[in-house]
């Protein structure tokens, strides 16, 4: 299983999420260059206030919930 990671700025109103290395060391950011087919880079999603937006992250993460 993944392990996903979300920061979430209620002041600014931004998202973002993060993804376990293959190391399993460090975090790295899912962009358009490493995912580029995610719907979590979408603007939809990363930008807006978090506990608005966690049933369409939520479905993203895990579809088959």
Known sequence: MQAIKIVSNPYRKTIEFFSRSADEETWEIIAQESNPGSKLISE???????????????????PHS
């Open 44 to 62: 939809e999603i990363r930008t807006g206030f978090f506990p608005y937006k966690i049933r369409e992250i939520t479905a993203q993460v895990n």
